[in-house]
């Protein structure tokens, strides 16, 4: 019985023994060859992502309906240990270029990785903020991970802050779902809601908190202060990361903690709140993005920008498109995290030490001198646009379709606006690669390269033959 | 017995308080003190519900095992985080939240 | 009014007091003194609810660790600190009209609420203890939790010791 539970987690179990591993091992590896634990690293999270994909098809609980495996939880598991992977290539030769080629980077990035695991199999209320902290905590460290430079140490204390001010609102918010139906687990709680034994005003009070703490997370508007400057100080691979599979798992906890409980009655009275949001996040982030000069800086505020695109897609989750919705988001998600890799893998390979380099203009001549990064770069922009033949475009006409069907036109129309004015600022940086001369140093390595081009290529291919994903989102079912 | 609405409303008071630390003070550490308070709050209606909902049930030791995680919480975001204050001062001889204005947009 | 009810007023004035200096004291030191109370308080606010383990654990855990490591970070930031300027930011009126009107909304919510006089079950069984204890290491129950909770401190602890250890050769 203890080993049936125990072989449920196993890829979460195996990667965070693999975390200690390396921690250990690490101090056994001389400073120049500092890329052995990377491969360890990678090795690891490769580990846990054939254990991950061996539990394809599974659907049940373990540990007395803590966690829950089900395709929802492997979909995401394979999104956060890709993302972990690409962390790592990124960070292969950064952190050398960077001279902050430390161990701990390898091993605080598995202890995060193993937190968004754990959210994508949360069905406790206590294990979602768990997940959350677990998932944070190192992530605090990891943005001042370029620890001499004050950019980095600050963007590092304003995560933190922040932080630590959204899990209080979590936490608030959980306790107030305790009180009204004093159970913590979903489907507990779902029985209580049910059988009338509930308190429907606590039970309200406590969605409008989760909202408020995992909006900080997914840094949706108006919560999103702090995600410009974060995103500019920390390390570049980092800041990759963070767009991608922190955002991942906030919307993970966003879809297994709402569409379980927030149904019906209470459902009537957030969407509003959720529509209010979405659109709100997906003007200010476009409408701020233009006047960046800084590439970090605008990819930052693009980051908003999609998060309230994921917000569009997830706002219908109530009604009877429960399933698109879930499966739009996800959709999105995949598109969003493979394009943005790769549009950090170039501005990793275009960086100068000491964290230069990274206004657009500098860019300028980039687009020629390096015809592979450059053609990349036109890819990833048209993607995150949302241009025919890339997959952003699948994405957003998926997820325009979900909130059409669901009876929001005016979130469509919203989105549809903003997206153009996405172009706008999207193109000025493929101008500046292409039409503007200079003397740009590609310095990346070849990992980075390699991500760049890979990245590039899937989301063009998928974009040719979009069926499989589609097929593997659709079937991304959440056990209930 | 002491009403439930009494303690409700001293930890929404609590929490309150905590709130108004984290976004006022300018000192880092008074801002981490403000989200002490915070989760204190958090506990304090935690321990409420049991006693008034689930102190006798079969479930009774949930909301206890929530209380000692977010003790646990608590103790790791103070321990990564005045780690981080304490470095930043080395370094910029300031523990003001104002003065962190290295990067604007 | 009963005496349990008279000492819960005071206690909780008390604590309620003693957070309103935490976040307007001037010195940083009062501040942490201040909080040491507050803390208290809320401890004595356990013991009221029969939850006297975790009294220990808040004395303990908060102002045992907590509590004495903000005074300790106070000590080392001890030249920052002794600006007697004034110590909250110009936009803290604002501050203060967010958590008055979250608390407003919060206490009007919460004491109109139906289920106001909801009265308490009969106390805690007085092996509670013991069970929480087998209940923590037990599979069905919460283990999980209590496994993730060490994972989480073991990754804290890596993270506050990279940040604090000086390394050789990166200092610009």
Partial sequence: ?480 | MIPLPWLLVFAAALFCIGLFGVLARKNLVAILMGVELMLNAVNVNLIAFWRYFSAAGEDSTRAWTFVAVVLVAAAAEAAVGLALIISVYRRRKTVVADELNLMKG | MTALQIIFLFVAAVTLASAVMVVSARRMMHAALWLVLSLAGVAVIFALLDAGFFTVVQVLVYIGAIAILIIFAIMLTRKAMEDVGPQLNRGWWLAALAAVGVFAGLAVVLVSWPGVNASAGAGPDANLIVTFGKDLVDPHKFVMPFEVASVMLLAALIGAIYVSVEHKGGQK
Avoid: C
């Fill in chain 1, 1 to 480: 019985m203890n080993l049936e539970n125990l072989v449920a987690i196993l890829p979460l179990a195996a990667l965070i023994v693999w975390a200690v591993l390396v921690l250990l091992v690490d101090l056994w590896i001389p400073k120049s060859r500092k890329f052995i634990t990377a491969l360890i690293t990678a090795a690891g999270l490769a580990l846990s992502l054939g254990l991950t994909l061996a539990q394809n098809g599974q659907s049940r609980s373990a540990f007395g309906g803590m966690v829950a495996v089900d395709g929802f939880a492997v979909l995401l598991n394979v999104i956060f240990l890709a993302s972990g992977l690409a962390a790592v290539a990124l960070a292969y030769d950064y952190l050398k270029r960077m001279g902050i080629e430390r161990g701990e980077y390898y091993a605080l990035l598995l202890f995060s990785i193993s937190g968004m695991m754990l959210m994508a199999y949360a069905s406790d209320l206590i294990i979602v903020f768990l997940a959350l902290e677990l998932l944070s905590i190192p992530l605090y460290v990891l943005a001042g991970f370029a620890r001499p430079r004050s950019e980095s140490e600050e963007s590092s204390l304003k995560y933190f802050l922040l932080g630590a001010f959204a899990s209080g609102f979590v936490l608030y918010g959980v306790a107030m779902i305790f009180g009204a139906t004093a159970r913590t687990d979903l489907a507990g709680i779902v029985a209580a809601m049910g059988s009338g034994t509930g308190n429907p005003l606590l039970f309200i009070i406590g969605a409008g908190l989760l909202l408020v703490g995992f909006g900080f997370k997914v840094a949706a508007v108006p919560f999103h202060m702090w995600t410009p400057d974060v995103y500019q100080g920390a390390p570049t691979p980092v800041t990759g990361f963070m767009s991608v599979a922190v955002k991942a798992a906030g919307f993970t906890a966003l879809l297994r903690v709402f569409t379980a409980l927030f149904r019906g009655d209470v459902y009537a009275d957030l969407w509003p709140l959720l529509w209010g949001m979405a659109a709100l996040t997906m003007i200010a982030g476009n409408v701020l993005a233009i006047s960046q000069k800084n590439i970090k800086r605008l990819l930052a505020y693009s980051s908003i920008a999609h998060a309230g695109y994921l917000l569009m897609a997830f706002v219908p989750y109530g009604t009877r498109l429960q399933g698109d919705a879930v499966a739009s988001t996800l959709f999105y998600l995949i598109a969003y995290g493979l394009t943005s890799f790769g549009a950090w893998a170039v501005v990793v390979a275009l960086e100068k030490n000491e964290g230069m380099g990274l206004e657009i203009e500098d860019f300028a001549g980039a687009g020629r001198r390096y015809p592979w990064l450059g053609l990349a770069m036109i890819v990833f922009m048209l993607s995150f646009t949302g241009i025919p033949l890339t997959l952003g475009f699948w994405g957003k006409l998926y997820l325009f379709r979900t909130a059409v069907e669901g009876g929001y036109i005016g979130l469509a129309l919203v989105g549809l606006l903003t997206s153009i004015v996405s172009a706008y600022y999207y193109l000025r940086v493929l101008v500046v690669m292409y039409m503007k001369p200079g003397e740009p140093v590609a310095q990346g390595g070849p990992w980075v390269n390699i991500l760049a081009v890979a990245t590039a290529a899937a989301v063009v291919l998928l974009a040719l033959f979009p069926g499989p994903i589609l097929d593997l989102v659709s079937k991304a079912i959440m056990l209930q």
